[in-house]
């Protein structure tokens, strides 16, 4: 029996070892969905065109969906809605501010919205995590999992940085 008791503090600290690890790992990866649930995010993001008006663009967001269906729902600091923008495959619309736009493009939309074109579906990828390519966009990563991600258009000019910072 004096082996038994031993054996009980022993199995204790790898049970809280193997549970702490366990948290790490969670802890390790960007903020994702439920199973099954559609990807959705939330946090705030700001974009930020370097040309001679330096033009700046930063809110709150709700995004959900994928490139082909989804929802944008930007927010300013008081938690009241700027803008919303929903898309299905031909057909995107904007409200924003009382005025209401539509159009086949969710491209079109969201340059009139952030005043710069942006990688919608590389947006996407980004946020799970994944390498995309965007012509003329490199997207750092490496801040993910803190939950944060930073990404640059080099080309065409001018040069923009988008930075988002989601909520965990």
Same mark, same amino acid.
């Given at each position: 029996?004096?082996?038994?008791?031993?054996?009980?503090?022993?199995?204790?600290?790898?049970?809280?070892?193997?549970?702490?690890?366990?948290?790490?790992?969670?802890?390790?990866?960007?903020?994702?969905?439920?199973?099954?649930?559609?990807?959705?995010?939330?946090?705030?993001?700001?974009?930020?065109?370097?040309?001679?008006?330096?033009?700046?663009?930063?809110?709150?967001?709700?995004?959900?969906?994928?490139?082909?269906?989804?929802?944008?729902?930007?927010?300013?600091?008081?938690?009241?809605?700027?803008?919303?923008?929903?898309?299905?495959?031909?057909?995107?619309?904007?409200?924003?501010? !009382? *005025?209401?736009? /539509?159009? +086949?493009?969710? @491209?079109?939309?969201?340059? %009139? &919205?952030?005043?710069?074109? =942006?990688?919608?579906?590389?947006?996407?990828?980004?946020?799970? !995590? *994944?390498?995309? /390519?965007? +012509?003329?966009? @490199?997207?750092?990563?490496? %801040? &993910?999992?803190?939950?944060? =991600?930073?990404?640059?258009?080099?080309?065409?000019?001018?040069?923009?940085?988008?930075?988002?910072?989601?909520?965990?």
């Amino acid at each position: 029996m004096p082996g038994a008791v031993s054996e009980r503090p022993q199995r204790g600290r790898l049970l809280l070892a193997a549970l702490g690890a366990a948290l790490l790992g969670a802890c390790a990866q960007p903020p994702r969905p439920a199973s099954g649930a559609a990807d959705h995010w939330s946090g705030r993001l700001a974009l930020q065109i370097e040309d001679a008006s330096a033009q700046s663009f930063s809110a709150g967001f709700e995004l959900q969906g994928s490139p082909d269906a989804g929802a944008l729902t930007l927010f300013n600091p008081l938690g009241n809605i700027i803008a919303e923008l929903q898309w299905t495959p031909g057909r995107a619309i904007l409200n924003n501010g !009382g *005025e209401q736009r /539509q159009s +086949a493009s969710l @491209q079109t939309l969201v340059q %009139a &919205l952030t005043g710069s074109e =942006l990688p919608i579906a590389a947006l996407f990828g980004w946020l799970k !995590g *994944e390498p995309v /390519q965007a +012509a003329g966009w @490199q997207a750092d990563l490496s %801040a &993910l999992d803190k939950g944060r =991600l930073t990404a640059t258009r080099h080309q065409p000019a001018p040069q923009a940085v988008l930075r988002v910072i989601l909520s965990l």
